[in-house]
């Protein structure tokens, strides 16, 4: 009986020492694919790690839907954005979190987001909805804790008791690749990387809702793409506009802006610029004021006739100026009687494929999608 007993507890004591084992997962070349050409695997302060240089490196043969994936960072101040892709299909659509370490202490410390379609719209994605002020540490290590939850996620950062983000996921929820990043040019380490798939429980789970902006174009239109120096040359703006692919519609996100990047993917460089159409019925000839929003930068054509240029991308009115979306420029529309075309030609470098729209008033036009 005695022996019975020992055998027992001896295959209890394996199934649970197993068992939390099994969540911890070994940073190697067997486990792990690594992407950056530039790596070292090392015990660094204390930790078997490894040194990234940009880059990522992706978990193999498993898929990840709900749970919790917990890992160490040793970060430096320099210009990164070291963090965990999750639920990631085909490389180019799931969901992130990653850090700003440069950016400590600010509001934009962090970022919650998707990627879509290989786009991370951090310029529509912006606020205290989905980032949050941290002090980080360059002489020690940063304990990073993801729980995931059906369409919920939380972040808690060196072992608090509460989350220090809250937020609803972006994409359907679908099992897939987990993704850790590197740094920048300096490179960070990572260690004790553990992935749990047992069923979590969010804590306080109280995220920050966005004030919708009133009376925006609901959507838009979307074209195929083209070449962005064909809007250089005036007289091949027609000609694209009539063999252009209207492909579908795309909806305003986060009572902010629509996202072109939940519709359309840059395949080819140059290829970074799309029309977006609303079509204006105005009961009698007349000028109306028209607030808008875009980014990278757009053309403006009514009726097939350029009235506007600008540029909205990151860094280019101040060298902090991060161009995030909003109803920030104006133009007075010369409406003729009948039915009007009103055509955004919006080109996209990174951070956010986005147009958003709206009358000063509707007295007197219709708006028909």
């Known amino acids: 009986m005695k022996t019975l007993i020992k055998t027992i507890a001896f295959v209890l004591i394996f199934k649970v020492t197993t068992g939390v084992a099994q969540n911890s997962i070994p940073i190697d070349t067997i486990n792990w694919n690594i992407t950056t050409k530039n790596y070292v695997l090392e015990t660094f302060k204390g ?24 890992f160490n960072m040793y970060l430096s101040e320099s210009r990164g954005f070291p963090g965990i892709y999750f639920r990631l299909r ?49 002489n020690d290590w940063t304990h990073v804790k993801l729980v995931v939850k059906d369409d919920k996620a939380q972040i808690f950062l060196d072992h ?65 793409t083209f070449n962005e120096t064909i809007l250089k040359d005036i007289s091949q703006i027609r000609s694209q506009i009539d063999k252009s692919e209207w492909i579908g519609e795309i909806e305003v996100e986060e009572g902010t802006a ?70 920030f420029d104006a133009i007075y529309l010369n409406l003729k009687k009948g039915k009007n075309t009103l055509l955004m030609a919006v080109s996209e470098d990174f951070g956010g494929w986005l147009i958003t729209g709206k009358f000063e008033n509707t007295t007197g036009i219709k708006i028909k999608y």
């Open 90 to 138: 085909d490389d180019k659509n799931g969901e992130q979190w990653y850090l700003r370490p440069h950016q400590s202490g600010n509001p934009d410390a962090n970022q919650a987001a998707p990627i879509l379609n290989g786009k991370t719209p951090w310029q529509l994605n912006f606020g205290k909805r989905y980032s949050f002020p941290y002090k980080y540490k360059y």
């Open 258 to 327: 629509a996202n072109i990047s939940r519709k359309v993917e840059i395949k080819k460089r140059k290829e970074n610029t799309v029309f977006t159409k609303i079509e204006i019925i105005s009961d009698i000839d007349q000028q109306k004021l028209f607030h808008f929003g875009y980014s990278d930068r757009v053309v403006a054509l009514l009726n097939g006739n350029p009235i506007y240029k600008g540029n909205n991308g990151f860094r280019t009115r101040d060298y902090r100026y991060l161009g995030t979306i909003g109803l």
């Open 160 to 224: 608090a008791k509460t989350p220090n983000l809250s937020w609803h996921l972006f994409t359907e929820a679908k099992a897939g690749d987990i993704i850790i990043r590197g740094g920048g040019v300096r490179g960070i380490h990572i260690a004790n990387i553990k992935v749990d798939d047992t069923e979590p429980n969010l804590v306080d789970f109280k995220p920050v809702f966005r004030k919708p902006i009133k009376g925006l174009i609901e959507k838009w239109k979307v074209s195929s």
């Open 47 to 70: 930790k078997k790690s490894i040194y990234l240089k940009s880059g990522g490196m992706k978990l193999k043969d498993r898929k990840f839907l709900n749970g919790t994936i917990e």
